[in-house]
């Protein structure tokens, strides 16, 4: 049920923009710091396989339109193996992502 959910959104949102839009943020900040998936609904539910979903229905409603990962703290080692892992395998599978964005949470102190 919570895939249909998530395909509906997408469906609706990409769908009503489709053409006006250059690039969606299709799914977001999906790991922890230490590299480990963040134990959302999404990942609890449906797994593993919810990006490959998430970013196959967005290619399918929007095919011109580029997709992303996006997350914070790519900059840390453990968070950026994970996801350039996570990109990768899906990428071997066929899956369109086109880019990784990296949210700026940036102080003077830090990172």
Not at 21 to 45: C, P, Q, S
Not at 60 to 85: G, H, Q, S, T
């Amino acid at each position: 049920e919570l895939t249909l959910r998530m395909e509906d959104h997408i469906e609706q949102v990409v769908g009503r923009y489709k053409g006006k839009i250059n690039g969606w943020d299709v799914v977001n900040e999906a790991f922890e710091d230490d590299g480990t998936w963040r134990k959302t609904h999404w990942y609890n539910l449906i797994g593993e396989d919810f990006i490959k979903k998430a970013f196959e229905k967005a290619h399918e409603v929007d095919p011109a339109a580029a997709l992303y990962y996006n997350d914070y703290n790519v900059w840390k080692p453990a968070k950026r193996k994970a996801i350039l892992e996570m990109a990768t395998k899906l990428r071997n599978q066929g899956v369109r992502i086109d880019g990784i964005g990296m949210q700026g949470h940036y102080r003077v102190d830090s990172p």
